[in-house]
Antibody, heavy 119, light 107 residues
Framework: QITLKESGPTLVKPTQTLTLTCTFS?????????VAWIRQPPGKALEWLAI???????YYSPSLKSRLTITKDTSESQVVLTMTNMDPVDTATYYC????????????WGQGTLVTVSS | DIQMTQSPSTLSASVGDRVTITCRAS??????LAWYQQKPGKAPKLLIY???TLESGVPSRFSGSGSGTEFTFTITSLQPDDFATYYC?????????FGQGTKVEIK
């Protein structure tokens, strides 16, 4: 049974760095598997942020690339996303999700964590 | 970057209706398109991938079609549990893009 869960601060101040951890179980980051981060501002659409694959290939949203870093800790079954220089417009629910491999969509999602950026 | 245009943004329908949502890509994405259902306060749920492949466990009243730049998502007979927001998702190449969503409301 595949599960993912996001963890991190619920409130950050403007200009601070956000660190979110996705802890997963039921799969290993191997053989083409990927873990992605997606966010959703309140009442708005989904926005893809980044993805990391088993071979450590990483891809980022071009509009946020300078602020994002995605890493994996295979031994801990975790994927970490850091976002620098947080702004109130970054207030959103942040999700991590599993990708089975090339050609597949995002088939398992975490419950999401709401991050509010406010002074 | 590829842009995804999803329509309509809102759709009012009744139980038993046939519902169709469209996504148009700004350039060809072959069949690398997924559809998700999202209910308030919940994570999205994968329904369709590779444009027309039904995810395991998803009812057969959901279907997808299309390739290249034009894609369609259909619910053949709308059920009470289907009132939700639906998103298309281009995963042909980085950067990935989601459509703006279609909220299916009770008429």
């Amino acid at each position: 049974q595949i599960t993912l869960k996001e963890s991190g601060p619920t409130l950050v101040k403007p200009t601070q760095t956000l660190t979110l951890t996705c802890t997963f179980s039921g799969f290993s980051l191997s053989a083409g598997v990927g873990v992605a981060w997606i966010r959703q501002p309140p009442g708005k659409a989904l926005e893809w942020l980044a993805i990391i694959y088993s071979d450590d290939d990483k891809y980022y949203s071009p509009s946020l690339k300078s602020r994002l870093t995605i890493t994996k800790d295979t031994s801990e079954s975790q994927v970490v996303l850091t976002m620098t220089n947080m702004d109130p417009v970054d207030t959103a629910t942040y999700y991590c999700a599993h990708r089975q491999g090339y050609g597949y969509g995002l088939d398992y999602w975490g419950q999401g964590t709401l991050v509010t950026v406010s002074s | 970057d590829i842009q995804m245009t999803q329509s309509p943004s809102t759709l009012s329908a009744s139980v038993g209706d046939r519902v169709t949502i469209t996504c148009r890509a700004s350039q060809s994405i072959s069949s690398w398109l997924a559809w998700y259902q999202q209910k308030p306060g919940k994570a999205p749920k994968l329904l369709i991938y590779k444009a027309s492949t039904l995810e395991s466990g998803v009812p057969s009243r959901f279907s997808g079609s299309g390739s290249g730049t034009e894609f369609t998502f259909t619910i053949t007979s709308l059920q009470p549990d289907d009132f939700a927001t639906y998103y298309c998702h281009d995963y042909s190449t980085s950067p990935w893009t989601f459509g703006q969503g279609t909220k299916v409301e009770i008429k």
